[in-house]
């Protein structure tokens, strides 16, 4: 092991060398290849000119497909792990998202579950030979960012369930940023459109997925963080209520602030890839050692009660669903792309007899003022005591927001906490009085956002606030020759003004437009469930 | 309505006697009946002196067997409200333990429910006719406590249930005590033994159970509040983790202390009637109204399940329980009346082929001084903000631990949350190694109390700090001929000495003993099968 480096900046250097280090040199591109790769705008589709005919077959299979591939004996888990070793090993070379790469660790896990189902005939577990990544917050053991951790419970979980763990993703400085920039990597771009930021914080993930390497993956969210990158890169992202999967043992910012708790959340290629995720990890019954998990199991009748609710061939649903539709939240409207989205979801669903009503709930400014205080209560002092350990500074887009300031009298804290409370009663009083059985709200007031012009994160942050249950599904993309600005619209504020200013066509044009969909609390398989049916609305329209 | 009093001291006088002026002339006791009552030292036998052969039936009957009375006809909603408002009038007379009474507000209720009985043969919900108590801190409807207050969600669910409302309990001022005191109506004793405390902070509730007055009644417990007053009074008690019952529109101190919250249980002459109580509130769905509470219904599997580990007729269970028993938290040891109760539920327990293990969990010193830490962490500002609206003092009990001070700083107040953490998860660690089912525990270090000395109220406060379900049930009475000093005793510390030197067999004689029993969070129906189960090995040796 070498000798710590001098300085951060020599550190960063190493670091990046020692992941590229680790991808060998049969999957490392030639110079022409990542010219090209530079020349390109939209990158998805790359990874896939380096694979073989069986490799691509694997990456471009969902979840659950791979899991049967491997159940019938279609695939070895060392075909797939293979596969997607080499896809992102690419993928890192051309989008830049990963903090870790351990192929080899994957591949030995892979021989074995191969010789337990060739012994055996029996798969290990519903994740059998699945490769998940990893947003570098969870710590895995054997690898050296775990020295003196223990590792990430949820970690332990998807390998008892016979998941293959390969790689960890990118992540901003703090985690507290809708963007994936650091002082290791620097910034992981768009995929989709490389002048865009493919979101955050679980950004790598969100990138890597778009770029074909993984089709499932952990992330974590206490502001949007699953949600942001999923809506960016075109996939799905389930956040659950805090306290539905374990976060024990997982790198956090800011721990003690437990009034508002970040949520370990899944981010994937198909909705049936989440479904596959929460079932998996709430078989493990993770509360029995997690005290912090609420000890709900997968409720198989709920799922099915609301998959019920579905149209059938043809035919409009007897029992249709009711959706509330939030167009803006009155602080800052989104762009013609997000508006577009809606309107394409709520034609999808209304096509199919649902029902749709207009959503406006008691002003999402308030909820958005008092989440951020608790995120910014402690003056940045934890924030900065990490900071401190390496000598690194903040990067020039978190100077301002994290600057070491005083922490928050503790009378104040307790205020904004019982004005949390109200606000999520009021929400709740409000969501009784409609009766509707989801909400469909943008991710945030833009396409996937440039770099520098994430003005507005309460469209994601509110959710937080109420603790709800929310997936993410993919819609559109913008596009310049539909999505014209509207030069009538009249700005509400200055950070709306700042936000219709940075509507820019042509730069947008060809950025995923993703849209959420919001459950209450623990309401993880009603929300699915209803995902599902709505992605089938829209696949049919 | 009268022009608001000059002081404090006059509205007190004011609102005894408005209580007293509530209670009709012929249910009123004769000064000699007082005298005699002041004299005796147990008046737990009092009330029902001055009941008829049927209100002495009905008060003396379980709350499960009054709703099936109720039910097949046998009594009226109205024969069982006169029961019990009769009853809990003379308790208060006596017992001192009600700060409201409202029984024309029953009477009329009962009224209602005669004559929807009368017409359609049915009952109004699983509690018609039921009469359950509150614990002032519940705000009912039409009561001039509820001046600006909207009526409590829990009470709400009661009406809707088909419980009759009939009176408000005694509640020490703060409701951070372990003792029943306040300002306006002095002091509520312990029926069984009037040199003793009743408890609290459900003090009250406690009393008044013991006296006849209720057998199912309504509290809060943040360190304590409704599993002392059960052990103290001889009577059975739940606490559930909280946000498993609403605890909405509740009156509280310092709720913007959301870290470690109170949570609603109840108190009660049967395990049944807890049981009945949890059953009927989760059957109303509390979660769709109150956000705060989990979607956790009833789980009658559960329930069952732990049931069925029972003992059959006269054999050893074949799925015996494991129990772990606590004889002590290191830090302050239970006087010799706690330590023969829990021999006693032991023995009881293995006599019935079930397991017991000693239990050694990490050092509860640990989280009680971070859990007190949050109780006290604004300095006291939440409660002298109350105290200025009255212009009433703290009581001198309370004096020197509510002192006005400056609160915490908010970098230590999250650095204790991550303590509390840590130790909540140690302990769950602890539990999984000894793979138990619950735990035996005291409740406090001595039977119910001599007024002043409650030294260490940690045995339930560490309780708090796991959000952990809790039940208690009765087990002995302190017999000063049997629990005899042991002077070989060697204190461990101060506060351990305080407590040791405090235990005086005379004035302990004829207190009850109860013990708690713990479960893990959210384990409700788990603890109370279990509590059954070990009630009913109790009673058999």
Same mark, same amino acid.
């Given at each position: 092991?070498s000798a710590?480096?001098s300085?951060w ?6 670091k ?25 705008r ?10 073989e ?5 694997i ?15 279609t695939?070895?888990?060392t ?7 080499k896809?992102a ?22 021989k ?13 577990g519903?994740l ?12 895995v ?9 223990i590792?990430?419970?949820?970690t ?10 390969y ?5 901003p ?13 620097g ?8 002048k ?15 770029l ?18 999923a ?5 799905f992202?389930l956040k ?13 910012t800011?721990?003690g ?16 890839g989440l ?8 078989s ?5 050692r997690?005290?912090?998990?609420v ?14 609710r ?21 602080s ?19 096509a ?6 207009d959503w ?6 308030t909820? =958005? ?22 000598g690194?500074p903040?990067?020039p ?7 070491l ?24 009083d ?11 709200m943008?991710?945030?007031p ?14 994601t ?5 109420m603790?709800?249950?929310?997936? $993410?599904i993919? $819609? ?5 020759s ?5 030069i009538?619209y009249?700005?509400?504020n200055?950070?709306? =003004? =700042? ?11 060809g950025?995923p437009?993703?849209v ?6 623990f309401?993880?398989e ?7 049916? $709505?992605s089938a609305?829209l696949?049919r329209?």
């Amino acid at each position: 092991m070498s000798a710590p480096a001098s300085n951060w900046q020599s550190r960063a250097t190493e670091k990046r060398a020692s992941i590229l280090a680790r991808i060998s040199l049969e999957w490392r591109l030639s110079p022409e290849d990542l010219a090209k790769a530079e020349g390109e705008r939209d990158i998805t589709g790359l990874v896939q000119e380096h694979l073989e005919a069986a490799e691509s077959r694997i990456v471009a299979s969902d979840a659950t497909a791979i899991v049967s591939l491997l159940r019938d004996g279609t695939f070895s888990a060392t075909q797939v792990a293979t596969a997607f070793c080499k896809a992102a090993a690419i993928a890192h070379q051309i989008g830049n998202c990963l903090h870790e790469v351990f192929f080899d660790q994957a591949m030995e896990r892979a021989k074995e579950l191969d010789t337990h189902f060739q012994k055996t005939g029996t798969v290990c577990g519903p994740l059998h030979g699945l490769p998940i990544s990893l947003k570098d917050q969870f710590h895995v053991k054997g690898m050296d960012t775990t020295m003196g951790y223990i590792e990430s419970q949820i970690t332990t979980e998807l390998l008892s369930l016979g998941a293959i763990l390969y790689c960890k993703t990118s992540l901003p400085q703090t985690l507290l940023f809708g963007e994936t920039k650091n002082n290791i990597i620097g910034e992981t771009v768009n995929p989709h459109n490389r002048k865009l930021s493919c979101g955050g914080s679980s950004g790598g993930e969100g990138a890597l997925q778009a770029l074909g390497g993984s089709v499932l993956g952990v992330g974590t969210d206490i502001g949007g963080s699953v949600r942001i990158p999923a809506a960016f890169n075109g996939i799905f992202s389930l956040k659950p209520t805090p306290e539905r999967l374990s976060y024990r043992d997982v790198a956090n910012t800011n721990p003690g602030q437990n009034t508002y708790r970040s949520t370990v959340g899944f981010l994937s290629t198909s909705i049936a890839g989440l479904e596959l995720a929460l079932r998996a990890t709430l078989s493990t019954e993770p509360w029995l050692r997690d005290p912090a998990v609420v000890p709900i199991p997968f409720r198989q009748e709920i799922f099915e009660l609301y998959r019920s609710r579905a149209e059938g061939d043809g035919k409009a649903s007897s029992r249709p669903l009711k959706l509330g539709i939030l167009w803006t939240d009155r602080s800052v409207g989104p762009h013609p792309p997000i508006i577009r989205g809606l309107r394409q979801v709520v034609e999808a669903v209304k096509a199919a007899g649902h029902k749709i009503v207009d959503w406006d709930p008691p002003l999402q400014a308030t909820a =958005k003022r008092v989440h951020v205080s608790f995120l910014l209560a402690d003056g940045g002092h934890d924030i900065h005591s990490h900071l401190d350990l390496s000598g690194e500074p903040l990067i020039p887009d978190l100077e301002e927001a994290f600057e070491l300031k005083p922490p928050m009298d503790l009378l104040e804290y307790q205020r904004l906490t019982l004005e949390g409370l109200d606000y999520e009663q009021a929400y709740s009083d409000y969501w009784n009085s409609t009766a509707v059985d989801a909400v469909i709200m943008p991710v945030a007031p833009h396409a996937a956002v440039i770099p520098g012009k994430y003005y507005h994160t309460a469209y994601t942050e509110v959710i937080n606030l109420m603790n709800y249950s929310a997936a $993410v599904i993919p $819609v559109t993309k913008a596009d310049k020759s539909i999505d014209v600005p509207d030069i009538t619209y009249e700005p509400l504020n200055d950070v709306d =003004k =700042k936000n219709w200013e940075a509507y820019d066509p042509e730069i947008y044009d060809g950025a995923p437009v993703g849209v959420q969909l919001v459950a209450r609390k623990f309401e993880e398989e009603k929300i699915l469930a209803i995902a599902e049916i $709505v992605s089938a609305c829209l696949a049919r329209c």
